[in-house]
């Protein structure tokens, strides 16, 4: 029976990859944006051009009805939800004594919100058995300057990973995180300095950014029927930089 994964923020970066890696696996896919139509319509094309099943569908995973919007179109166009991938979020750099309360308000709203009502709405609407993969950061153990109030949503994303996956637990539906170190997206290079992404690269044992496919299969995996036993976890990505 073919599976449905939701994939929030995957017209770009790790969840386009994640998007195409599961599309290959042969799973239905909603590819969400926010307003980057035209990649998330070419993404599904990828997925299509494999010979897999995909629709893109605009939501705001920042916004009181985003995941609802999306597991609507789910169930829609494919019937039931099988995983949930919380990739949707925002990074936005600056000293906590210089962030703005826009800045910090929105990286709440989608790094944090999104997470905690993509987990609420597939508590009540994903098949038993399913998968949640939420997204956290190395950050979070790196505990960088600049990174406080991105970090601290990510921190949370774990605490509501564990507490999930004991609550999901008895319906078979496990629940991890994957935390990244450095990926080599949009996301992560804009606004830095060649000095910056050269010390950043130092702290890193592997001697490389990591690329989305690096990520997209370790999320390939914990979907996977092979992870069953695998819950509560959060796996830092990272090239050994923690």
């Known amino acids: ?47 299509e051009k494999a010979g897999g099943k995909a629709v893109a569908v605009k939501a705001d995973i920042g916004a009181a009805d985003g995941m609802k ?22 990074m936005k750099l600056a000293p906590l004594g210089a962030v703005d309360d826009a800045s910090y308000e929105q990286q709440v709203a989608i790094n944090l919100g999104g997470t905690f009502r993509g987990i609420r709405e ?33 921190a949370a994303v774990e605490t509501m990973t564990q507490i999930a996956a ?11 995180a994957v935390a990244p170190g450095p990926v080599a997206t949009d996301l992560f ?13 130092s702290l890193i044992p592997a001697g490389r950014f990591g690329e989305p496919a690096d990520i997209a299969e370790v999320v390939a995996f914990l979907v996977s029927e092979e992870s069953r036993y695998v819950s509560g976890q959060v796996l830092r990505v990272n090239g050994a930089m923690v």
């Open 122 to 154: 597939a508590a009540n609407r994903l098949a038993d058995q399913g998968r949640i993969i939420n997204f956290s950061t190395s950050v979070v153990g790196t505990k960088l300057p600049a990174y406080g109030v991105y970090a601290a949503t990510k």
């Open 69 to 90: 919007t999306l597991f609507d179109a789910a169930e829609q166009h494919f019937g039931t939800v099988d995983i949930l991938v919380n990739n949707g979020g925002i």
């Open 1 to 47: 029976m073919t599976k449905t994964a939701i994939i929030t923020g995957s017209s770009r970066g790790i969840g386009a990859e994640i998007a195409r890696r599961l599309g290959r696996a042969g799973m239905s896919i909603i590819v969400n944006y926010a307003a980057s139509e035209g990649p998330a319509l070419q993404v599904v094309a990828d997925i």
């Open 166 to 176: 004991k609550e999901l637990g008895p319906r078979g539906i496990t629940v991890n």
């Open 189 to 201: 290079l804009e606004g830095k300095s060649e000095e910056l992404l050269a010390r950043l690269k």
